[in-house]
T-cell receptor, first 115, second 111 residues
Framework: GAVVSQHPSWVICKSGTSVKIECRSL??????MFWYRQFPKQSLMLMAT?????????EQGVEKDKFLINHASLTLSTLTVTSAHPEDSSFYIC???????????FGSGTQLSVL | DAKTTQPNSMESNEEEPVHLPCNHS???????IHWYRQLPSQGPEYVIH???SNVNNRMASLAIAEDRKSSTLILHRATLRDAAVYYC????????????FGTGTLLAVQP
């Protein structure tokens, strides 16, 4: 079946630095990818919809200058958390639509810890 | 996307069947019912989806009410590895619209 690879699995960074998370569709092309964040014991919250070759669409309340999304190819979308702060610590998950029946496939997630 | 309602948590014993309910009274005719599950510290995993008829696959069965306002995910023999949060989500076929997650049901499986 279709696979979405997300990297890194976890990252620890200092406050004020930027962190890039990659999301790749391994055996299918994904014109649309989604980025979610999840706090402990809570559900997934959609941050933005990433469209190949165009600007991402951000959900209300999500700062586009804070969370930079680039979807430069049909198999790769990246999320950059700029000037990260401790409140940005969270579990970030990407997903992509793929397959003949257009299921949604999820990456394994990235645990970000900002010190 | 239409909203779904699920119980916050359920318990089951190992080797017994589990019925996870989901209400979606505002479902539209083009909405498919999807189920995903999420194990701790992992991304969600596709379980099953359907439109009107009941569906079976190797992981589970999906029973859809005749009026489509509710559905039930059935795990025929729960194992410890089935302990997860189960999300019932509505999604329009063929659309690249976003998938909105509700709170889901936390399934605990007792040995």
């Amino acid at each position: 079946g279709a696979v979405v690879s997300q990297h890194p699995s976890w990252v620890i960074c200092k406050s004020g630095t930027s962190v890039k998370i990659e999301c790749r569709s391994l055996d299918f092309q994904a014109t649309t990818m989604f980025w979610y964040r999840q706090f402990p014991k809570q559900s997934l919250m959609l941050m933005a919809t990433s469209n190949e070759g165009s600007k991402a669409t951000y959900e209300q309340g999500v700062e586009k200058d804070k969370f930079l999304i680039n979807h430069a190819s049909l198999t790769l979308s990246t999320l950059t958390v700029t000037s990260a702060h401790p409140e940005d610590s969270s579990f970030y998950i990407c997903s992509a639509i793929g397959g003949v029946d257009e299921k949604l496939f999820f990456g394994s997630g990235t645990q970000l810890s900002v010190l | 996307d239409a909203k779904t309602t699920q119980p916050n948590s359920m318990e089951s014993n190992e080797e017994e069947p589990v019925h996870l309910p989901c209400n979606h009274s505002t479902i539209s005719g083009t909405d498919y019912i999807h189920w995903y599950r999420q194990l701790p510290s992992q991304g969600p995993e596709y379980v099953i989806h359907g439109l009107t008829s009941n569906v079976n696959n190797r992981m589970a069965s999906l029973a859809i009410a005749e009026d489509r306002k509710s559905s039930t995910l059935i795990l025929h023999r729960a194992t410890l590895r089935d302990a997860a949060v189960y999300y019932c989500i509505l999604r329009t076929w063929g659309a690249t619209n976003k998938l909105i997650f509700g709170t889901g049901t936390l399934l605990a499986v007792q040995p």
